[in-house]
């Protein structure tokens, strides 16, 4: 279980841009991110867990597979891509990704904005019940590529 790569949009519907690493903030995000500066397509939406998104890379391998649907990780709008880890079982369990704590909040269902910003028709049906976790950081520190995941 380990981080794959990690993504970051400077402000809402901006493309998301791989970065080396990303540091979150307890209560924000990640910094350099639209959530953590308040300034999110659904920022003012009512509901928890939009410090910081995440998917799993298996996800993206199954689109395409029984769907035939080709996503790049930037084009799902999560901010970390995340291997070997069953993210809909986490929901009010806590994770570790490296230094920095995580509690899943719920789950990141896809939405016609996604498929929207994406351009990949058939996005929003080839991510139903896998598009990822909503989760808040409970303890802050940098994110890396690589970094070991804990449950």
Not at 24 to 30: H, R
Request: net charge positive; with cysteine.
């Amino acid at each position: 279980m380990r981080l794959i790569s990690i993504f970051l949009a400077p402000a809402p519907a901006a493309p998301m841009r791989e970065v080396p690493e990303a540091e979150a903030e307890v209560g924000l995000g990640l910094r350099g991110d639209r959530y953590a500066a308040g300034a999110g397509t659904f920022s003012r939406t009512v509901g928890s867990g939009r410090h910081v998104t995440l998917i799993e890379i298996e996800a993206l391998d199954a689109a395409r597979r029984d769907y035939d649907v080709a996503l790049a990780p930037a084009l799902t709008r999560r901010n970390l891509v995340v291997a070997g880890v069953a993210l809909n079982h986490l929901i009010g369990r806590e994770l570790t990704i490296g230094e920095v704590r995580l509690v899943g909040k719920r789950l990141c269902e896809p939405c016609d904005h996604l498929e929207a910003l994406a351009g990949v028709a058939g996005a929003r049906k080839a991510l139903i019940h896998r598009g990822g976790l909503r989760c808040e950081i409970v303890r802050g520190g940098t994110l890396r590529p690589g970094d070991a995941i804990v449950v």
